[in-house]
C-alpha cells in the first residue's frame, strides 16, 4: 500500500522509521526559537522535559512539583533580574543570543580556482598561501589583519582581562577599541564642575596597549556615549592620552539601550548615582540599602541613558572633535531598523566619519537583557546587506563613503572573508574589517584559566597528555615571538591567547585567500561566493550554486 521511495519498495518498518525521523526534523526546525522561550543557558534556567510546547516554551504538563528552575520560576523569585544574564557569573563571562535567525554566513561558500593568480606573479614558487597579503585600511588606520576588538568598556570582565587584551591586540596589530563608562565608573577618577580632569582606569587601558605598539600598524579608540560626551571624556581622551581615535557610540547589536553593569558594592552604588548614572534599584532608598544589607537585594544595576541625537548636534560634534585634534572619527551603530541604517549612512557620509561599525544583533558582553540579544534588531548579513545598498546610492551620487566595519558574530576567518567579499562590488570592498568582541574576550579567559590549572596542577588529563603540564609550551608560536621580542616576562598568558587566536585567523584568511588564488584581501569579491539557501541568495543577491556562472560554463565549453 505505502509507495517506494525513489522507485524501489521498502519494509513498512523501513517507512516508519523514515517518517518518524521526519517528524522528529520537522518538530525541531518548528521548536528551534521556541524550545528557548522559558530556558535560557544565559540565564542559568532549564526545563524538565525535552519537548516543551511549541508556541510558549513551557513544559507540555507543568507540574506542581518541579524542581527545575525554568524562565517563568527564575522570574518569580528574582523578577527583573531574570532579564540578565545570570548575575553570579558577572565578571566571568560573556553573554550572547542563542536565537537561530535563519540566515548566517555558514549559508554561503567560497569559490575555489585553478588558473593562474591575481595579486601576485603566477609562479607556483610565488604563489605560495604565507604570501597572500591580508593587510587592510580602515579609516587610514592601517592593520595587519582585517580584525578590530569589541568595544570593551566598565563591564568587569573587560576590566579584569584588560592588559591581556590590549597587550594582545598591539602584538597582533589591530585597533584595540576602549568602551564607554570607564571614566565615569572609575572610582578614582577627579571630575571638576562635571567634567573628567584625570582617570586612572583610562589611562591604565592606553597605557598597557601602547607598551607593545610598533606604531605603525593599529591604534587606540576611545568610544564615547551620552555619559562620556557629559564628562568631556573625548577632549580629555584627545589632549591628555592622545587617543588616536574617537568613536560615537549611538548602540550596538545585543541592545538599543545604553549599556549595562551590576555593581555588588553600595558604596560604589551610591558614588554612580552621585554621578548622574540611573541606579537600580536607588541606593540612596534607606528601605533598599537596608534590603541590600540584609540579602534580599545582591546587587544593583547600573545604566547609561539611550542616545537621541540630531543632526545638526551630530555634525557639530564631529566637527568639534577634528578642531580638538582628533585624527581619525569611527562611529558605532547597532542593528537598527532599515531607516535607520539609511539615516546612520547618510549623516556619517555628510559629517565625513573615517569609518562606521555596523553591529548585527546576536552579539552581547556582560549584562546586555537577554531579551533584546534574542529578539531586537537586524541580524549580521541581513544588516550587511542593508548597509550595502546604502552605500551603493551614496557612491551613485558621489557622496562619501565611509569605510565600513561590521561586527555581530564574527568568531573565525572564513565569516570575516565573507562579509568582505560580499561588499566587493568590482571597485573594492566596502567593508575593510570586522569586529570580533565576545570570542576576543574567550581567547585571553581560556588562556589565563588553563595557565592557573597548570600551576595547581589540575589540568584536564587529555589537555596535559597533549599539549604537556609546562605553560610555555602550550602555546605553539612561543619560540617565534620570543625570537622577535626577546623577553617576554611582561606579556600575560591571555596576552598569548590572544595573539595565538588572531594568528590562526591570519592563516586562515591567506589560505581561503590562496584557494581563490586571490593574494591580496581586497580582491576578494561578489564572484567568490555562492548561495547555499534560497534565503541568502535572495537577500544578498549572490547566486545560488547551480546558477553561479551558469553561462559562463557554456561559453567555455563551447569556445574553440
Request: charged share 25%; aromatic share 10%; hydrophobic share 40%.
Amino acid at each position: 500500500m505505502l509507495e517506494a521511495f525513489g522507485g524501489r519498495r521498502h519494509s513498512p518498518t523501513y517507512i516508519s522509521l523514515f517518517l518518524y525521523v521526519f517528524r522528529k526534523l520537522l518538530r525541531k526546525g518548528m521548536n528551534m526559537n521556541s524550545r528557548y522561550l522559558n530556558s535560557k543557558s544565559t540565564n542559568w534556567t532549564a526545563l524538565r522535559v525535552k519537548d516543551p510546547a511549541a508556541s510558549s516554551g513551557m513544559c507540555p504538563l507543568c507540574i506542581e512539583d518541579c524542581p527545575f528552575i525554568c524562565e517563568i520560576t527564575l522570574s518569580a523569585f528574582r523578577g527583573r533580574e531574570a532579564l540578565y544574564p545570570a548575575p553570579f557569573y558577572f565578571g566571568a563571562s560573556t553573554a550572547g543570543a542563542v536565537k537561530d535567525y535563519g540566515l548566517d554566513w555558514s549559508h554561503f561558500n567560497f569559490h575555489c580556482e585553478v588558473r593562474g593568480a591575481e595579486g601576485i606573479e603566477p609562479d607556483p614558487d610565488k604563489a605560495l598561501f604565507p604570501n597572500v597579503d591580508v593587510e587592510t585600511i580602515v579609516g587610514g588606520v592601517r592593520l595587519r589583519i582585517p580584525v578590530i576588538t569589541g568595544a570593551l568598556g566598565s563591564t568587569a570582565v573587560a576590566a579584569k582581562y584588560w592588559r591581556s587584551l590590549a597587550v594582545g591586540a598591539a602584538l597582533s596589530g589591530i585597533i584595540i577599541t576602549i568602551g564607554e563608562n570607564v571614566c565615569g565608573m572609575d572610582p578614582e577618577a577627579e571630575i571638576v564642575d562635571g567634567k573628567i580632569v584625570r582617570s586612572p582606569a583610562l589611562e591604565e587601558r592606553v597605557k598597557a596597549y601602547r607598551e607593545f605598539w610598533d606604531g605603525k600598524y593599529g591604534g587606540i579608540a576611545v568610544q564615547t556615549n551620552v555619559e562620556d560626551q557629559r564628562l568631556g571624556v573625548d577632549v580629555y581622551a584627545l589632549t591628555k592620552l592622545e587617543a588616536d581615535i574617537i568613536e560615537r557610540k549611538w548602540g550596538q547589536g545585543a541592545k538599543a539601550i545604553g549599556g549595562e553593569v551590576r555593581i555588588f558594592d553600595l558604596d560604589k552604588a551610591l558614588m554612580l548615582k552621585r554621578r548622574g548614572y540611573l541606579v537600580v534599584p536607588d541606593p540612596e532608598d534607606p528601605e533598599v540599602r537596608e534590603a541590600f544589607r540584609a540579602g534580599y537585594i545582591k546587587s544593583f544595576e547600573r545604566h547609561s541613558r539611550v542616545g537621541i541625537t540630531s543632526k545638526e548636534e551630530f555634525l557639530e560634534g564631529i566637527d568639534k572633535l577634528r578642531e580638538q585634534g582628533a585624527r581619525h572619527v569611527s562611529l558605532k551603530t547597532g542593528a537598527y531598523r532599515p531607516t535607520a541604517t539609511a539615516y546612520t549612512m547618510k549623516l556619517a557620509s555628510e559629517a565625513k566619519i573615517d569609518y562606521i561599525t555596523f553591529d548585527g544583533c546576536e552579539g552581547g558582553t556582560g549584562m546586555s537583557p537577554i531579551p533584546m540579544m534574542d529578539e531586537m534588531g537586524v541580524p549580521t548579513v541581513y544588516l550587511e546587506a542593508q548597509v550595502l545598498r546604502c552605500a551603493q546610492l551614496l557612491k551613485e551620487k558621489g557622496k562619501h563613503v565611509p569605510d565600513i566595519v561590521m561586527a555581530g558574530g564574527f568568531i573565525n576567518e572564513t565569516q570575516i572573508l565573507k562579509a568582505v567579499a560580499l561588499s566587493n562590488f568590482g571597485d573594492g570592498p566596502y567593508v575593510k574589517a570586522a569586529v570580533i568582541g565576545r570570542a576576543m574576550l574567550t581567547a585571553a579567559m581560556k588562556a589565563e584559566y588553563f595557565t592557573k590549572l597548570a600551576r595547581e596542577g589540575k589540568l584536564p588529563r587529555n589537555f596535559a597528555r597533549y599539549y604537556g603540564e609546562d605553560p610555555e609550551k602550550f602555546f605553539s608560536f612561543l619560540p617565534e615571538l620570543r625570537e622577535e621580542l626577546g623577553d617576554l616576562s611582561k606579556i600575560p598568558w591571555g596576552a598569548l591567547g590572544l595573539y595565538g587566536y588572531m594568528e590562526r585567523i591570519k592563516v586562515g584568511l591567506q589560505q581561503l585567500l590562496a584557494g581563490m588564488r586571490k593574494f591580496k584581501l581586497h580582491l576578494a569579491s561578489r564572484k567568490d561566493l555562492f548561495a547555499l539557501t534560497e534565503r541568502a541568495a535572495r537577500v544578498t543577491g549572490i547566486p545560488l550554486a547551480d546558477e553561479s556562472e551558469a553561462e559562463e560554463m557554456e561559453k567555455v565549453i563551447l569556445e574553440d
